[in-house]
């Protein structure tokens, strides 16, 4: 199994590292963190292709980390010689199968199996190189076309997919792509499922097939034709046949059907759930990485479900490496596989509760996504909560919280510390934000277990004869405040809380859309402090 990752100057991973568990690692991440570029990163260190095309010839200038592409421009101006390269290194876990790979030839020097790919300057091109750098003005990207690929083992020594008996299957699911005819991704994972005898048995039938289509009397007769109008242009027979070259076997122009409907032409949900299935089925004494990207695209809520009912069974014993953006996913797959990218760093939840995670697996509907990827949280009871720290945050700073990065979630009294659990050893900054009901001397006692964490604060009101919201606007608030946000005609301060109280919802949508605002206790102002 990969234990580390570590890519240098590859695409947006300046530096990055990542540490992998046996069986099921799932990455999340915003847009842009490099959940992708880490699959890529590791298919290519295992494989030595890129998009299905061998790195030996695709060696293209947008690999490269941008940041190190401006410090190589701006140093051809000022005379600082930098160039950009790229390292990528896996470690794999120590082993009798990987003794080949096994030596101290990485960036931490330690004596374990792994292997290294390296995109550096060809020493071939050096003075081809020095001439093209002469004239800076002339150069606007990384001269790859100069550089050269060493794919090695920790032992120094070469390698090729041969040679690594590390099987690499990357699924991407968000984008399936076809080549003509057969698609050839799926021809792979059934070649690598079926049994050797059921393998050689598709064989000879197909070379029976060829024969007889040699054969045929409608074949014979175009090829004689054809044979006729070419003696002009060649001595030699030229007819039309199958292609019986060894790259033309079954596997390559057979193609599945499903429900006599070719693979390529069924549904893309279908597709993806075949492909994840069909992949994971895979002899698991074979040393393999299943990279799985975004497996959630092109599904039904139903068919995801039995998609990751499927994961779930058949990663025991592999190591299965997926994104998403999911929340159903994440929670479904279990919390503690979690590594969380940000800022090309990898955070992982290490001791989240196990009651938390089995909480989440069993009800994978909330939002443990939002919480995972915003700068910092307010947990609020419910939608009314919501909408008036919506409002008084807009009100101060002139912007929607989440514009700034702030998530405010409704998130109901009894899950509070399920979240907080999530965000406690990822050192996320939330508050909650709650109401006392009358005993403010109990949430202390409650909440206790968080009471260390400087990120975490518990925010409420401490007077009895104010347990929620309503009591508290309304104490904050004079009648005519009250009157002019909420566009009513209230009598009384009494008037307006119990009409408050029988109408949460309604009240707090007045108050959010009204161009006024209302005073809003300490404990709110408090919670939208940045």
């Not at 330690?110 to 004239?135: Q, R, T």
Request: aromatic share 10%; glycine share 6%; hydrophobic share 40%.
């Amino acid at each position: 199994m990969i234990t580390r990752l570590k890519a240098f100057g590859y695409k947006s991973f300046d530096e990055f590292v990542c540490d992998f568990e046996t069986g099921l690692n799932i990455l999340v991440g915003d847009n842009d963190s490099g959940k992708t570029t880490a699959l890529e990163a590791i298919n290519l260190a295992l494989t030595g292709s890129l998009y299905g095309k061998s790195i030996f010839s695709e060696v293209s200038p947008f690999l490269f980390n941008a940041g190190q592409v401006v410090k190589f421009l701006e140093g051809l101006k000022t005379g600082n010689n930098y160039l950009p390269e790229i390292l990528i290194e896996l470690f794999i876990k120590d082993d009798d199968g990987f003794q080949r790979l096994k030596g101290i030839h990485n960036t931490e020097k330690e004596d374990v199996p792994g292997i290294s790919l390296h995109i550096s300057l060809n020493p071939l091109y050096e003075e081809e190189f020095k001439e093209l750098i002469s004239s800076p003005e002339q150069v606007s990207s990384v001269p790859s076309e100069f550089y050269s690929v060493q794919w090695n083992s920790f032992s120094s020594n070469p390698v090729n997919q041969r040679s690594i008996k590390f099987k690499s299957t990357f699924i991407d699911a968000s984008s399936i792509r076809f080549s003509s005819g057969s698609d050839k991704y799926i021809s792979k994972i059934i070649n690598e499922t079926l049994d050797p005898k059921d393998q050689a048995k598709l064989s000879i039938q197909f070379k029976n097939i060829r024969q007889k289509f040699k054969e045929a009397p409608e074949i014979q007769a175009v090829n004689k034709n054809i044979k006729e109008k070419s003696r002009d242009i060649t001595s030699k027979d030229f007819v039309l046949s199958i292609d019986t070259s060894s790259k033309s076997s079954w596997d390559s122009i057979l193609i599945p059907y499903l429900n006599e409907i070719p693979f390529n032409h069924s549904g893309m949900g279908e597709q993806s759930k075949l492909k994840i299935g069909f992949a994971l089925s895979a002899d698991a004494d074979v040393a393999s990485a299943f990279l799985i990207e975004e497996p959630e695209n092109h599904l039904s809520f139903t068919n995801l479900w039995i998609l990751l009912e499927t994961i779930s069974a058949k990663c025991n014993g592999k190591q299965v490496i997926l994104t998403t953006h999911s929340n159903f996913v994440l929670n479904k797959l279990g919390l503690n596989n979690l590594l969380l990218l940000r800022n090309n760093k990898v955070l992982k939840i290490t001791d989240v509760k196990p009651s938390t995670v089995d909480y989440f697996k069993k009800l994978p509907g909330f939002d443990t996504l939002r919480i995972l990827l915003s700068r910092r949280s307010i947990l609020v009871e419910g939608p009314t909560e919501e909408l008036l720290i919506q409002k008084a945050y807009k009100d101060k700073y002139g912007k929607s919280p989440m514009a700034e990065g702030v998530d405010v979630m409704s998130v109901g009294g009894i899950k509070f510390k399920r979240f907080l659990d999530i965000a406690a050893p990822l050192k996320i900054p939330v508050k909650v934000l709650i109401d006392n009901d009358g005993k403010p001397g109990s949430i202390p006692k409650r909440y206790k277990d968080y009471s260390n964490f400087d990120f975490i604060k518990i925010l409420y009101d401490n007077r009895q004869a104010f347990p929620t919201l309503e009591y508290l606007i309304v104490e904050e608030n004079t009648l005519e405040k009250l009157n002019l946000v909420l566009g009513c005609n209230f009598q009384s301060k009494e008037e307006a809380r119990d009409w408050m109280l029988e109408n949460k919802t309604d009240w707090a949508l007045l108050a959010f859309q009204s161009t006024n605002a209302l005073e809003m206790p300490k404990y709110i102002k408090d919670g939208i402090e940045k």
